[in-house]
């Protein structure tokens, strides 16, 4: 028997943020332990206090450049509350929704093919240099050209909603400040008929692997897990920007179901664990061992009754009868419930293209001012909470913010060790292919490590081997 060791892989790549793995081996190199650290630091609920509650929409996007509309979207939600105001109007509540879509779009997209395509196309095993975008385009240039402006697509949806592609303005407390004019919907009209051939394509190529892949993807990361979302009122329909919220049991069990998200306190709360900077939620009345669960794409799927767009939820359908209509548990199956988005997602930025709401002129409401403000949102990683208190003076002074990698964080520190244990135990020497399965386990589910700690960070990716005295005895190392 050798002695014990730590692998240690800082930082995770091809994820958004700083984050970590160590890997703990006993003396027959089986694996004892493995975690996902997350270390950066945790500050936006304190730079937001203080500030004006006008302000506050447009300063918490910085917490993310990837998705900062869904921060907008949540915390203008948050303060429509705030402001009194309960009903948008339609033009309000339609551009809202057309940015949202717009956001989940691209997002979606940029996972898909930038990040976790190289994984899918070339294996988990392929040379670090073959897994990237560039080779994606390099062997299939009509696939990365479809990438690229599908990604395009939904970043113009996004000036066109919220003023600019990153960090807009256009969500206010109570509205919007903007129509969308008729040269710019007849812009998206043009090609959105290749949006959703595309995006058809996309959820194809997702599907046609997991299911190629049966055996990998029913042992890669897998595990029974409660989950919960959003859903829409009354009917439990994928609904993306508003609803209320639903858990399921791994066996779909409903544990609780259409609460108002203002009450999201009253059922679920947080953990925190000395080796993270991000906490750990769970659902009070089941404990903190088995009340945590999953969000994102793939627990939509397992959450939502329906998809209100037809090719969608024929694709829904399609996801549902691989496991008989029960939950999904298998973690890779994120990217086909991802893809699915997508296609829910062109196809309602079709259907508000063709409302004349959107053209409207009634842009805000004001309504008898509060104190308190929570918005929640459907955001492409999962469920999204803000929650704000503001004083007299317009000032926030307090703000509690639950992302969703924070959701999932004791889902992907699972992953992290079922991927470990299956694929390095036994192994003396580490490769870099070994690792990557690591890392693609963390990767289905796009986590975002910036908008979990609040911070942001770079993503070079260094691992180093440690004997039992933590002594470094192998180093590997490569940037993004």
């Known amino acids: ?118 994984d899918l196309l070339f294996g988990f095993g392929a040379p670090a240099e073959k897994r990237n975008i560039f080779e994606v385009i390099k062997e299939q240039p009509e696939l990365g050209k479809r990438a690229v402006l599908m990604r395009k697509y939904g970043q113009e949806i996004i000036e066109a909603t919220a003023g600019k592609k990153i960090h807009g303005t256009g969500a206010v407390p109570g509205g919007i400040n903007r129509n969308l004019t008729i040269t710019q919907r007849d812009h998206f009209l043009s090609s959105i008929d290749d949006m ?31 989950y919960m979302s959003l859903v829409r009122e009354d009917d439990g329909a994928l609904d993306l920007y508003h609803g209320n919220i639903r858990t399921l ?3 779909g069990d409903v544990i609780f179901d259409q609460l108002p998200y203002s009450q999201y306190h009253e059922r ?25 669960y999953r969000v994102g794409p793939l627990a939509r799927m397992n959450t939502a009754s329906f998809i209100d767009t037809p090719l969608a939820d024929a694709a829904h359908k399609e996801l549902k009868a691989v496991t008989g209509g029960h939950p999904n548990n298998s973690t890779l199956a994120n990217h086909w419930a991802r893809m699915i988005e997508v296609v829910h997602c062109v ?108 911070a942001l960070g770079q993503m070079p990716l260094q691992v180093e081997l440690f004997d039992a005295d933590g002594v470094l005895v192998d180093s590997k190392a490569q940037s993004l």
């Not at 599907?207 to 892949?213: A, G, I, N, Q, S």
């Not at 679920?268 to 009340?291: N, T």
Request: net charge negative; glycine share 8%.
């Open 1 to 118: 028997m050798g002695e014990p060791r730590l692998i240690e892989i800082s930082p995770v790549t091809r994820v958004e943020g700083h984050g970590k793995v160590t890997i703990h081996l006993n003396g027959d190199n089986e694996v004892d332990e493995a975690r996902l650290h997350i270390v950066e630091f945790r500050g936006f609920e304190r730079f937001i206090r203080g500030r004006l509650m006008w302000e506050v929409p447009v300063i918490v996007q910085r917490l993310c450049g990837i998705c900062p509309v869904s921060h907008h979207l949540a915390a203008a939600k948050a303060m429509d509350m705030i402001a009194g105001v309960d009903q948008l109007t339609p033009t309000a509540e339609k551009m809202r929704r057309l940015m949202h879509y717009g956001q989940v779009m691209q997002s979606h997209v940029l996972h898909f093919f930038h990040l976790a395509a190289p």
């Open 196 to 226: 959703l051939e595309w995006a058809l394509d996309a959820v194809k190529l997702a599907k046609d692997y997991t299911l190629e892949h049966e055996d990998l993807v029913a042992e890669f990361g897998s595990f029974p897990s409660n």
């Open 249 to 251: 049991s791994s066996t």
């Open 268 to 292: 679920l709360i947080e953990d925190v664990r000395s080796w993270s900077y991000m906490k750990f939620p769970f659902i009070k009345e089941l404990g903190p061992d088995a009340g945590w």
């Open 347 to 454: 196809e309602k930025i079709r259907e508000l293209l063709n409302d004349p709401d959107l053209q409207g002129e009634d842009l805000i409401v004001k309504g008898e001012r509060r104190g308190e403000g929570i918005g929640v949102i459907e955001a492409p990683r999962g469920n999204l909470i803000h929650h704000y208190q503001v004083d007299e003076n317009d000032q926030v002074t307090y703000c509690n913010l639950i992302v969703s990698t924070t959701h999932n964080n004791e889902g992907m520190n699972r992953a992290v060790k079922d991927v470990a244990v299956k694929h390095l135990s036994g192994h003396d020497q580490i490769t870099e292919g070994m690792l990557n399965h690591v890392e693609v386990a963390i990767r289905a589910y796009d986590p975002c490590l910036s908008c979990a700690t609040h």
